[in-house]
T-cell receptor
Framework: AQKVTQAQTEISVVEKEDVTLDCVYETRDTTYYLFWYKQPPSGELVFLIRRNSFDEQNEISGRYSWNFQKSTSSFNFTITASQVVDSAVYFCALSEAQVQGAQKLVFGQGTRLTINP | DSGVTQTPKHLITATGQRVTLRCSPRSGDLSVYWYQQSLDQGLQFLIQYYNGEERAKGNILERFSAQQFPDLHSELNLSSLELGDSALYFC?????????????FGEGSRLTVL
C-alpha cells in the first residue's frame, strides 16, 4: 500500500534561513509520481512540482529545490533564504501508475512551516 | 488562480441534512477529483470522474455520492450529515486521467455541520 510520511509536523525558522522539509514514501510500484503542494493560510492547494520515478535529477526553481533519492525513498524539499510569504503547510504526495487512467494522490500529513521576520 | 471554481465557499448546516457542493473544472480539463481535508484524517481522496464516468474511488462514504455532468462540472452530494463530516472539500481537475498529471485544486468548500 502507498504511504507518505512527513515526520516534521511543524517547523519554525527565522527569515533568510534555509529550511528542508522531509518526505519519505512507500510504494510497491516501479512507476510512480511524487508531488509537492503548498497550502497557504488562505486555504487553497497550490501545485509546486511533479517528479516521476524514472527521473532522479534534482530540480531547482528559484529559491526552491527538490532532492529525489530512490535509494532512501525520499523526496525532500528545500527553501533557500526563506521569506515570510513561504509560511504555509506543505504537502508531499504520491501517485502510482493506475490502470484505465485512475489517479489517486496519497498525501502526507503535511508540515506547517512558519517563517518569522 | 487555478481555474477550478468551487461553490459554495462556506456552508453551515445541521446534522441529518443534505448538501451539494459544486465544481467547475479548468477549461479543457476532462477529469475531476474530489478530496476531503479534515483535522483527523488529513487530505483524503474521495472519487475521480473522467468525461462523465467514474474512474477511481477512494474512502468515500456510502452517504456521499458524486457525478460529472455533460458540461464537465461535477457535484458532490453529502447526505445524512454527521458532525464528523465537517471538513474542507476540494475539487481538482486535470487534462486527462493518465497517471501522474498535476492536479489543479479549487479553493475548497468548507462545510461545518452543527
Amino acid at each position: 500500500a502507498q504511504k507518505v510520511t512527513q515526520a516534521q509536523t511543524e517547523i519554525s525558522v527565522v527569515e533568510k534561513e534555509d529550511v528542508t522539509l522531509d518526505c519519505v514514501y512507500e510504494t510497491r510500484d516501479t512507476t510512480y509520481y511524487l508531488f509537492w503542494y503548498k497550502q497557504p493560510p488562505s486555504g487553497e492547494l497550490v501545485f509546486l512540482i511533479r517528479r516521476n520515478s524514472f527521473d532522479e535529477q534534482n530540480e531547482i526553481s528559484g529559491r526552491y529545490s527538490w532532492n529525489f533519492q530512490k535509494s532512501t525513498s525520499s523526496f525532500n524539499f528545500t527553501i533557500t533564504a526563506s521569506q515570510v510569504v513561504d509560511s504555509a503547510v506543505y504537502f508531499c504526495a504520491l501517485s502510482e501508475a493506475q490502470v484505465q487512467g485512475a489517479q489517486k494522490l496519497v498525501f502526507g500529513q503535511g508540515t506547517r512551516l512558519t517563517i518569522n521576520p | 488562480d487555478s481555474g477550478v471554481t468551487q461553490t459554495p465557499k462556506h456552508l453551515i448546516t445541521a446534522t441529518g441534512q443534505r448538501v451539494t457542493l459544486r465544481c467547475s473544472p479548468r477549461s479543457g480539463d476532462l477529469s475531476v477529483y474530489w478530496y476531503q481535508q479534515s483535522l483527523d484524517q488529513g487530505l483524503q481522496f474521495l472519487i475521480q470522474y473522467y468525461n462523465g464516468e467514474e474512474r477511481a474511488k477512494g474512502n468515500i462514504l456510502e452517504r456521499f455520492s458524486a457525478q460529472q455532468f455533460p458540461d464537465l462540472h461535477s457535484e458532490l452530494n453529502l447526505s445524512s450529515l454527521e458532525l464528523g463530516d465537517s471538513a474542507l472539500y476540494f475539487c481538482a481537475s486535470s487534462v486527462v486521467p493518465r497517471p501522474g498529471p498535476e492536479l489543479f485544486f479549487g479553493e475548497g468548500s468548507r462545510l461545518t455541520v452543527l
